[in-house]
C-alpha cells in the first residue's frame, strides 16, 4: 500500500495525473539584454538542439518540429537538430552541463529525463541548466500492433489481471519517466499490483516503435503523436488515451469513458547549458516565443494531438525545481533512486 501510494503521490506530484556549429546564436540587430529587445532585433541564427533519445520519438519529434516552424517562419535561421542517446537522456544532459557557457546549444527535454537523472544516478541535474521555455503537454496513450489479440482496453485489462508479469509493457523512458509512471498507475486503477508489472524500458520512442511492430511486448505506453503516421496507416492500434478528452484523428476512447478512473500527462520543454548570460537566453526564449505564436506551430500542436503548455522565464525554471525536488523524492522512497 505504501507503494502505490508513492505512485499516486509522484503522479500528482509531477503534474501528471490531472491534467556545435561554427555559428554562434546572434540576431540580425545586435545584442539585446531583453527578451522584448531580442524580439526586435531580427531572427536568431545558428542553434543546435540536442535530443537526448535516439531519431523517431517525442523529444526527437518535438524539436525537430519546432526547428521546422522556426526556420520555415524565418523567427530562426539555420536551426539544427542532432540526437545523443543514452541511459534514458542522461548522457545527453550531462554532455548539455560540461558545455558550460555554450550559447550555441540547447536540450529538449522533459519529465522522462527528471526521472531518469536520479534512477540511472546522474552527476549532471536539470536544476543546474539554464531553463528556457515548456512546450508541451500531451496525453499517454496504450497501444498494441495491428495484429495484437486485445481489440479493446478492457480485453487488455482481463488478460493482465489474470498474469501481470507475463504480459510485457514497453515504455520509451526509464523508471521514474511518463512511459513507466503510466503502466504503473494504470495497474494501480484496475487493481494491479505495480510491484508485478513486467515494464520493458526502451531508450525513447524511436526504440519502442519496432519492439511494437515486432510483437517484443504485449503492449506499449507512451504519447500516441509519437506514432502519427503508424496509427494512420493501422499498424498500431490505440486501445486508450490517458487525457481528459479524445484525441483528434484517433479513434480511441479516453481511460474515463472506459470505466478507468485515471488521467495522465507528459511534458516537454528546452534547456540551455548552465553559464549562459541572461542576453543569450532572452535571445533564444524570444525566438520560441515567437514561434510560439505562429500559425505553423499552432498548425504542428493540432497535428500531433500536443496541448499548448508554454511557459518561459522564472516559471519554468521553478516548474523544474518543483519537478525535479518532488520526482527525486517519491523515486527515494520507491527505492529507484
Known amino acids: 500500500m505504501r507503494r502505490l501510494n508513492a505512485l ?5 506530484a509531477a503534474g501528471l495525473a490531472i491534467a556545435a556549429t561554427g555559428c554562434g546564436v546572434t540576431s540580425g540587430g545586435g545584442s ?3 527578451s522584448g529587445n531580442a524580439a526586435d532585433s531580427g531572427p536568431l541564427t545558428g542553434l543546435r538542439i540536442m535530443v537526448p ?24 535561421t539555420n536551426v539544427e537538430v542532432f540526437n545523443l542517446a543514452g541511459a534514458g537522456g542522461t548522457v545527453g544532459l550531462a554532455r548539455l552541463v560540461n558545455e558550460k557557457g555554450n550559447k550555441d546549444l540547447a536540450m529538449l527535454m522533459g519529465l522522462g529525463v527528471v526521472g531518469a537523472s536520479y534512477t540511472n544516478k546522474s552527476e549532471a541535474k536539470l536544476t543546474t541548466t539554464t531553463p528556457l521555455a515548456r512546450l508541451i503537454q500531451e496525453p499517454g496513450a496504450i497501444m498494441v500492433p495491428k495484429d495484437s489479440p486485445y481489440k479493446t482496453i478492457g480485453e487488455l485489462v482481463e488478460a493482465w489481471k489474470k498474469d501481470p508479469s507475463k504480459l510485457a509493457v514497453g515504455g520509451g523512458s526509464s523508471p521514474g519517466g511518463p512511459d513507466h509512471l503510466l503502466p504503473m498507475q494504470l495497474a494501480q486503477a484496475v487493481g494491479i499490483d505495480p510491484k508485478k508489472v513486467n515494464f520493458v524500458s526502451f531508450d525513447g520512442g524511436g526504440d519502442l516503435l519496432p519492439a511494437i511492430l515486432g510483437n517484443k511486448v504485449g503492449f506499449a505506453a507512451s504519447g500516441a503523436g509519437e506514432y502519427i503516421q503508424q496509427i494512420k496507416t493501422g499498424s498500431v492500434r490505440v486501445l486508450a488515451v490517458s487525457g481528459a478528452e479524445r484525441l483528434e ?21 528546452i534547456v540551455a547549458p548552465p553559464g549562459v548570460s541572461d542576453a543569450d537566453r532572452d535571445r533564444i526564449v524570444a525566438a520560441l516565443t515567437k514561434m510560439h505564436g505562429t500559425e505553423e506551430w499552432k498548425a504542428a500542436l493540432k497535428d500531433h494531438g500536443w496541448t499548448d503548455a508554454f511557459i518561459t522565464g522564472e516559471e519554468f525554471k521553478t516548474f523544474l525545481k518543483d519537478q525535479d525536488t518532488r520526482v527525486s523524492d517519491v523515486l527515494a522512497k520507491l527505492g529507484l533512486a
Open 32 to 34: 539585446a539584454a531583453s
Open 249 to 269: 484523428g484517433i479513434d480511441a476512447p479516453t481511460f474515463k469513458e472506459s470505466g478507468i478512473d485515471l488521467e495522465f500527462t507528459n511534458w516537454r520543454g
Open 53 to 76: 533519445n535516439t531519431p523517431g520519438g517525442g523529444y526527437d519529434t518535438t524539436a525537430r518540429t519546432a526547428a521546422k516552424v522556426m526556420n520555415d517562419t524565418k523567427t530562426a
Open 8 to 12: 499516486r503521490a509522484i503522479a500528482v
